[in-house]
T-cell receptor, first 111, second 110 residues
Framework: KQEVTQIPAALSVPEGENLVLNCSFT??????LQWFRQDPGKGLTSLLL?????REQTSGRLNASLDKSSGRSTLYIAASQPGDSATYLC??????????FGGGTRVLVKP | NAGVTQTPKFRVLKTGQSMTLLCAQD?????MYWYRQDPGMGLRLIHY???????AKGEVPDGYNVSRLKKQNFLLGLESAAPSQTSVYFC?????????FGPGTRLTVL
């Protein structure tokens, strides 16, 4: 059974510092990996999707890497801002187009 | 495009009552999903559909039923609500293995 883990569960950084969020999964047979952002009381917003054949994906200040063989993905957020404060979730897509989610990392960026 | 919408946004039920949550998407996606999100448990898949007229069980299907009579709508039913079904429910649809989520329904069962 696929299991997805995100460590740490919570992270607090001063504004301007780079953020590094980790995601690990137990079964490398994935179709893709998605990173989401969730604000309190809100739904999930898709940030980046990395196909299984890709090594990384970039959007603005966000960069996500994927190492399928070691079962790891890392989300980098450059020059963090208070508006980046949210919970970040990773999810892997497995057979049947289904997602398995990690527990999330709650990020606080202090001004 | 409204994307994925959910109705209602909030609901309080008494134990044993029934209700239906409605999910609608205007992106013509084949796949649709229902998840629940609980503190410390993350998001878990309840049921999903790979196309109009089809449904399948996910990780935690007990106590729920679903229907996909129209491609754009996916309904989640609770026949006899229990306090353990207090949760936030999210609907999603997908195209090319990328999922798009609705804003959620917060359900409390007393």
């Amino acid at each position: 059974k696929q299991e997805v883990t995100q460590i740490p569960a919570a992270l607090s950084v001063p504004e301007g510092e780079n953020l590094v969020l980790n995601c690990s999964f137990t079964d490398s047979a994935i179709y893709n990996l998605q990173w989401f952002r969730q604000d309190p009381g809100k739904g999930l917003t898709s940030l980046l999707l990395i196909q299984s054949s890709q090594r990384e994906q970039t959007s603005g200040r966000l960069n996500a890497s994927l190492d399928k063989s070691s079962g790891r993905s890392t989300l980098y957020i450059a020059a963090s801002q208070p508006g980046d404060s949210a919970t970040y979730l990773c999810a892997v897509c497995v057979a049947g187009n289904k997602l398995t989610f990690g527990g999330g990392t709650r990020v606080l960026v202090k001004p | 495009n409204a994307g994925v919408t959910q109705t209602p946004k909030f609901r309080v039920l008494k134990t044993g009552q029934s209700m239906t949550l409605l999910c609608a998407q205007d992106m013509n996606h084949e796949y649709m999903y229902w998840y629940r999100q609980d503190p410390g448990m993350g998001l878990r898949l309840i049921h999903y559909s790979v196309g109009e007229g089809t449904t399948a069980k996910g990780e935690v299907p007990d106590g729920y039923n679903v229907s996909r009579l129209k491609k754009q709508n996916f309904l989640l039913g609770l026949e006899s609500a229990a306090p353990s079904q207090t949760s936030v429910y999210f609907c999603a649809s997908s195209e090319n293995n990328e999922q798009f989520f609705g804003p959620g329904t917060r359900l409390t069962v007393l």
